[in-house]
């Protein structure tokens, strides 16, 4: 390990001195059309949506060309299908991604594989790729050492399931066995938390660790300052040790003035978001999306608080992180959203906020200052109502 470190080291300084220097990426798939469109975005750069770097039909064969002054992880995708992979890609570097991509599915739920793909001219790639598989393994066995164990309660809650019977999962769960199993399920909680850390900290001389932080954690919180205070100083000052010291010591918004962005309305029309006066009381900045469950699952919330309050000074904005423009319209008409919606294309507002997550609100008032941040559920309907007492 202090060979592979070393070799990091080296490669990280050298990326630091060769500033803005560009990896090309080349493909060469099989099993795709020609009309298909491949997806470029950045990986582990952030927990609830991965930036576009760009896309590109199939058929089109320049390489992206992506400019780097250190070593990143770049996610591959395509358009409309679930699954991707990951390559880890440094400064100067010449890659090639080749394979077969592999088609399935059905109308709804549209899945490509990537299993047979394989990438050359990136020197990371394989131990970055040997990292992730052992990670991945190790929380298999778990998985598959609870099930082994607890057979019978998986078979009687997949029957229950099946059946539509949630008393009989209740009932099981308050049965001796049923409570031996969760209390088996809470205790791999901290076995996959010590191995993560574990991983971790075997690279915490380099980008590596920061990087696989970001990349396995989850979203990260003072919790984990622990994990960032361990990494070398080197380690700290690369994109990802940024990155990770951001969530970790998050700075707030709280009483700065809101920042003018620019977005795209629901017309396809460029608008700029000035919030210096808003014409009610109280704006909520709403940053979401149609692929995430959870701000989903909060827009029943932003809806009563709207109806609530909208004729008593209060007005929402919704900004969206979706990368399809056709998919967030949609969304927007399946889930009625009644106030102004705009669609991030450029990724302005996501950086000017500092969003690392969604969903994420800010709560602006009449003078365009931000007067609360990142609350959601009982905890922004509560401020909500206080500010209108």
């Not at 109806?307 to 979706?322: K, P, Q, V």
Request: glycine share 6%; net charge negative.
């Amino acid at each position: 390990m202090k060979i592979k470190s070393l070799l990091l080291t080296l490669m990280l300084a050298t990326a630091a001195q060769a500033q803005n220097s560009s990896t090309s990426l080349s493909f060469d798939l099989k099993g795709l059309a020609p009309t298909d469109t491949l997806m470029l975005q950045w990986g582990a750069n952030n927990k609830s949506m991965n930036p576009l770097i760009g896309k590109r039909s199939v058929g089109d064969a320049q390489p992206f060309v992506i400019p780097l002054d250190e070593p990143r992880l770049v996610v591959l995708s395509l358009k409309g299908y679930q699954g991707s992979y990951e390559m880890l890609v440094a400064p100067g570097e010449e890659v090639v991604v080749s394979g077969r991509v592999k088609m399935g599915g059905d109308d709804r739920n549209m899945a490509a594989s990537f299993r047979r793909v394989r990438v050359r001219g990136a020197a990371l790639q394989d131990e970055y790729a040997g990292i992730i598989q052992a990670y991945q393994q190790h929380q298999d066995s778990i998985d598959l050492g609870v099930f082994n164990e607890y057979k019978d309660v998986y078979r009687l809650i997949e029957k229950a399931k099946a059946s539509n019977d949630e008393q009989a999962i209740a009932d099981m769960y308050q049965t001796l066995h049923g409570q031996s199993y969760i209390d088996r399920v809470m205790q791999t909680y901290q076995e996959r938390q010590d191995y993560l850390v574990k991983t971790v900290e075997r690279h915490a001389d380099s980008f590596m660790g920061p990087l696989l932080l970001l990349r396995l954690a989850g979203p990260l919180g003072k919790s984990w300052r622990p994990q960032y205070d361990k990494l070398s100083p080197q380690a700290r000052q690369s994109y990802y040790g940024k990155a990770v010291h951001d969530e970790v010591y998050p700075q707030t918004m709280i009483d700065e003035k809101a920042s003018s962005v620019s977005v795209s309305d629901t017309l396809g029309n460029e608008a700029v978001l000035c919030f210096n006066k808003i014409p009610g009381k109280y704006l909520i900045l709403d940053f979401w999306a149609s692929w995430c469950e959870p701000c989903r699952k909060e827009m029943p919330n932003l809806k009563r608080i709207y109806e609530r309050f909208h004729h008593r000074g209060l007005d929402i904005a919704g900004i969206s992180a979706d990368h399809d423009e056709e998919v967030w319209l949609e969304a927007l008409g399946e889930l009625d959203v009644p106030w102004a919606n705009y669609l991030d294309v450029n990724r302005q507002a996501i950086t000017e906020y500092k969003v690392m997550y969604i969903p994420s609100t800010f709560i602006i008032d009449q003078n365009g200052v931000i007067i609360a941040e990142k609350l959601r559920g009982k905890d922004l309907s509560d401020f909500i109502e206080n500010l209108f007492k």
